[in-house]
């Protein structure tokens, strides 16, 4: 596997990691290393992990570098059976060295890279990227991606001969830390006798001032938001100006089980995707599945994927994709101060239904089909 990220921070390709080598697999993977410049390898989840230097920040320049040590690398391992592309850049990188090796290909397409939100108003870059996607995606074996709406953009825009293979980004439930005994006070939440909860990236497109001011339309919610980024310093400021900072936690980066342990005291969650490009309108977060696990509601915008399992399973409210309004949002919030049988009975059959442990049966399926 080749993926342009430092890997242990990237939970689908660790997910299918340890489901490939868990069924028997040999995995190399080629990977970003964390601190940029220093080349090392280590195991992880059941795979040898080569972290390449980069030191290129950003930019053409990173790209190629990627492209150019990737390439390296994998002429120093041992030849394989099949190469797994992660997204359109390790794609590129792969490609060549597939057809060298006689390897089979797998794009694995974790998002529509033409359309992400950053290349909306770069109309030459994204031409040449869709040069570059339509070249070397018919050298693939087969494709992957994360969402029906993005497997039927890629089969239609690249007249692909079969249907991607479609492996969602659902989690399995968690267990409850062992000797978890919190309290409210003790992990500093607000006092509001209802707690709303985000988690992610705090960045443009991800609607979290909408949240903010829904928020403040609504007394008795409190808000506990749990990541990092480039808007979070913008958003405190305007949680400020909404004289809401003692009903607002920003947690910063914390971990999976500190999450855990805060969502037992919360009452929903927000996935608030805005439609910021096709990327963004056919995406399936995977912290839609995390939030049915802790058995909190959602509210979330109304793109199609989103809105389909919301709706399948009762499992929560669907706001305007278009006008994405703090009121709509507060008027969701409101309705869930009351939960009803129907909703606690949605996300029990959703949680089970809902998880990686089916998801991984498909990328198994491929896997043995290919080789």
């Known amino acids: 596997m080749a993926v342009h990220s430092d890997y242990l921070h990237d939970h689908r390709v660790r997910r299918e990691t340890a489901a490939l080598t868990q069924a028997g697999y040999e995995l190399e993977i080629i990977a970003a290393s964390p601190d940029l410049s220093l080349a090392r390898c280590e195991e992880a989840d059941g795979a040898r992990v080569h972290f390449i230097p980069l030191q290129k920040k950003a930019g053409k320049a990173r790209y190629w570098?990627?492209?150019?040590?990737?390439?390296?690398?994998?002429?120093?391992?041992?030849?394989?059976?099949?190469?797994?592309?992660h997204d359109l850049d390790g794609l590129l990188a792969c490609a060549p060295a597939s057809k060298k090796q006689k390897a089979r290909l797998i794009y694995d397409s974790h998002e529509l890279h033409t359309e992400v939100h950053s290349l909306q108003h770069r109309p030459l870059t994204r031409k040449l990227w869709a040069l570059i996607e339509n070249r070397y995606i018919r050298q693939a074996d087969a494709v992957i991606t994360v969402s029906e709406g993005i497997a039927g953009v890629l089969q239609q825009r690249y007249k692909l001969a079969e249907r991607p293979v479609v492996v969602r980004n659902f989690t399995d439930p968690l267990p409850v830390p062992s000797g978890s005994d919190d309290s409210r006070m003790s992990l500093s939440l607000p006092p509001q006798p209802y707690l709303a909860l985000y988690q992610g990236v705090i960045q443009h497109g991800r609607g979290v001032d909408a949240m903010l001011r829904a928020i403040a339309q609504t007394p008795d919610w409190g808000f506990v938001i749990c990541g990092d980024g480039s808007q979070k310093a913008a958003l405190e400021q305007l949680a400020a100006e909404l004289g809401i900072t003692d009903r607002v936690r920003f947690t910063g980066m914390v971990s999976r089980d500190y999450i855990l342990r805060i969502s037992r005291f919360c009452h929903a969650g927000f996935l608030l995707t805005e439609p910021l490009g096709l990327s963004h309108y056919y995406s399936l977060p995977n912290k839609l599945t995390e939030y049915i696990h802790y058995g909190l509601p959602v509210i979330a915008t109304g793109l199609p994927e989103i809105r389909q399992i919301v709706e399948q399973y009762g499992v929560g409210r669907i706001i305007s994709a278009e006008q994405f309004a703090s009121e709509e949002i507060a008027s969701a919030l409101q309705e869930l101060t009351n939960q009803d049988a129907g909703l606690k009975e949605g996300l029990k059959r959703a949680s089970a239904d809902l998880t990686w442990s089916a998801e991984k049966e498909r990328l198994l399926a491929l896997y043995q089909k290919l080789i």
Do not use: N
């Open 65 to 85: 570098e990627f492209l150019k040590r990737v390439r390296a690398k994998i002429g120093e391992l041992r030849p394989a059976d099949l190469i797994h592309a």
